[in-house]
Every structure is written in structure tokens, then in C-alpha cells.
């Protein structure tokens, strides 16, 4: 424990004398300055006064203390543009300053240092812009926003192709192995019938076709887990008036989506309509619900509220589940649920290019 502590305050000393350090060579090289300047002013006091020359020593030593200062100042700044501008800032602050001093010094009734100092102000302006459009940014920074550029394309891009992919599959399974159990169950059933002297053998039968019929149930609540048809087909806006017309409670659906979205975020959209409308058929006591959306060149927004008794848990696994799906498209999901207020969902889904 001794040893970690004596090493601890070991780094301490060692980072308050690093920082440190500039700020003493920068002491010193002032101390210096001054007694430089000290030791030509008296000389020239000695040698018997006259044309006051020490004043361009005093110059000279003024201005590295000051293009000293400026560095310091610009290495404590974070790598980067902000560093570089601070260093062209000081820069120009010496400078300007020097040639108000020539023109002080030389006594011409024409400032004409205004020229250059315009310059050097308009010089710096241009550079706080270019810092402030993005224009100018550090290496580190610009390959780090190239990558989350690139990964947000392949992210939208692979959920592109999955959401395509999953509608392949409801479409297959709806076309195909359920189609074919549908045809099974009938044939069995058939079969069951001519077996009515034979009990025991239309009693396989029978439950054969039972088991067929619990296939058939599971597929298609794994299809609905997908995606329907009717999405696919004709979109959304059919989508959601499908949704509306099955549900337990009375929905009014305001769906306006003249643009079909792509296909990932119309299909997150239709699963906040299913499983909001669910829930409030569970939990709004019977109370109508309304299904509104609107679609625009960036943004799909659709809203979900019910007349309930309101109280809902934004956190549920339901929400917390369609919160994750909008998220995972750069969108955002809201739930307003006030005890006695009905629930509100909202999701804010992008669907620009």
C-alpha cells in the first residue's frame, strides 16, 4: 500500500512540475528580457544619452516574450484547429500590435497601419469561419466522422436487405408451408370421415389433423411476427386500415403516405401501429383508439393514442421493444401516458434517402 501511494505522489510531483515547466521558462525568458533591456538602457544612459536607441532592443525582447507567450498559450489548446487558430490569432495580435508601434514611433500623421491590420482581421475572421462550417478539421476527428458516415450507410443499407429478406420469408411461408398444411388438414379431414366404421384408426386421423391445425396456428403467428402481405403489396396506409378492421376496439385511421417509405422503416412503422393498437385493446377498457401518420421528404411521424385510463409504463417490454426497433433506425419513440389521460405513441422514423 506504501509502495502504490509513493508511486501515486511520485506522478503528482511529476505532472505539476511538467506543467510547470512552461510556465517557468517563460518567467525566466521575461527576467531576462528585462535585465537585457536594463543593461541597454544604461549603457546608452552612460555613453550620454541622445537618439534613444535601446528602444528597438526593447522591441526586439518585447516581441519574442510575446511569440513566446503565444506558443505556450497555443500548446495548451487541444490538437487540432482550435490550436492553429489560436496561434494565428496571437500571431496577428503581435503583429498588429508591432505596427502600431512602428507608426507611434515614426510620428506619421497617416495611420497607415489600418491596411494591414484590416488584412490580418479579415485573415483570422476567414479562419474562425472555416472552423465553424467543419471545413477545417483534425485528422483524428474527420477519419472518426468518415467512419460513423460509412457505418451508418452499411447499417441502413444490412437492414435494408434483412427487412427484405423477412418479407421473403412471410411470403414463403404463407405461400407455401402453410398453403400446404391448410391442404393436408382438408385431406385429413376427408379421410377421417370415410374412416367412421374404423374408430380407432379416424382417431389417429383426427388427431393427425389437429396437429396440422396447431402448425398452421404457429406459422401464422410466426408470419405475423414478420410482416403481412398486405404491407408488401400495397402499403402502409393498407397496412395500417388492415390493422384498424381487426382490432378488438374502434380505430380511426388518418394515414397519409403517398411516398412508400423504404422498406425497413415501414415495416418498424407497421409494428408500432400492431403492437400499440394490442396493448390498447388489453388496457383501454374498450375505449377508441386512432391511428395518424404523415410522411414527409426525411421523415415518416405517426401517432398512436387511445381515450384509456392512461398509466402506461414507457418502459415495458413491449415499449421497450419498439423503442429499440425505431432507435435502431436513428428514429425516436415517445410514449405520453398520464393516469386518466389515455396513451399517447409517437415515433419520429427518418426516411430520406
Not at 497555443?74 to 487558430?85: E, I, K, Q, V
Not at 490580418?120 to 485528422?139: D, K, N
Not at 412508400?260 to 393498437?277: D, G, Q, S
Request: with cysteine; hydrophobic share 50%.
Amino acid at each position: 500500500m506504501a509502495t502504490v501511494t509513493a508511486d501515486h505522489t511520485a506522478t503528482t510531483h511529476g505532472e505539476a512540475a511538467a506543467a510547470a515547466s512552461p510556465r517557468s521558462a517563460l518567467a525566466l525568458h521575461v527576467a531576462l528580457a528585462a535585465l537585457a533591456g536594463f543593461v541597454n538602457t544604461s549603457i546608452w544612459g552612460l555613453t550620454g544619452g541622445g537618439y534613444f536607441w535601446p528602444v528597438w532592443v526593447w522591441i526586439g525582447l518585447a516581441l519574442s516574450v510575446a511569440l513566446h507567450a503565444v506558443i505556450r498559450r497555443a500548446l495548451r489548446a487541444p490538437a487540432g484547429p482550435r490550436r492553429a487558430f489560436e496561434a494565428h490569432a496571437g500571431g496577428s495580435a503581435i503583429l498588429s500590435g508591432l505596427l502600431v508601434m512602428l507608426w507611434a514611433l515614426t510620428g506619421s500623421p497617416t495611420f497607415w497601419p489600418i491596411w494591414a491590420l484590416l488584412v490580418l482581421a479579415a485573415a483570422l475572421a476567414v479562419h474562425a469561419l472555416l472552423i465553424a462550417q467543419g471545413w477545417i478539421a483534425p485528422g483524428r476527428e474527420r477519419e472518426l466522422a468518415e467512419r460513423v458516415d460509412e457505418l451508418t450507410r452499411t447499417r441502413r443499407g444490412a437492414l435494408d436487405v434483412q427487412a427484405t429478406e423477412l418479407r421473403r420469408i412471410e411470403r414463403d411461408l404463407h405461400d407455401g408451408a402453410q398453403a400446404r398444411l391448410v391442404a393436408l388438414t382438408m385431406q385429413l379431414g376427408r379421410a377421417e370421415e370415410k374412416l367412421a366404421d374404423r374408430p380407432e384408426i379416424a382417431q389417429l386421423v383426427r388427431s393427425a389433423r389437429v396437429e396440422a391445425g396447431s402448425a398452421i396456428a404457429e406459422l401464422r403467428d410466426l408470419a405475423r411476427g414478420i410482416a403481412p402481405p398486405v404491407l408488401a403489396d400495397r402499403g402502409l396506409t393498407a397496412a395500417v386500415e388492415s390493422l384498424g378492421k381487426r382490432s378488438a376496439i374502434p380505430v380511426e385511421v388518418d394515414v397519409d403516405v403517398d411516398r412508400r417509405p423504404p422498406p425497413v422503416v415501414e415495416t418498424a412503422a407497421y409494428f408500432v401501429v400492431a403492437e400499440t393498437l394490442t396493448n390498447a385493446a388489453k388496457h383501454a377498457g374498450g375505449a377508441p383508439a386512432r391511428v395518424w401518420a404523415r410522411a414527409g421528404d426525411d421523415e415518416l411521424v405517426l401517432e398512436v393514442s387511445d381515450g384509456g385510463k392512461g398509466g402506461a409504463d414507457p418502459h415495458g417490454g413491449g415499449l421497450t421493444g419498439l423503442r429499440h426497433r425505431v432507435e435502431a433506425l436513428d428514429g425516436k419513440l415517445t410514449v405520453t401516458s398520464p393516469p386518466g389521460g389515455g396513451t399517447l405513441v409517437r415515433a419520429e422514423l427518418p426516411c430520406g434517402s
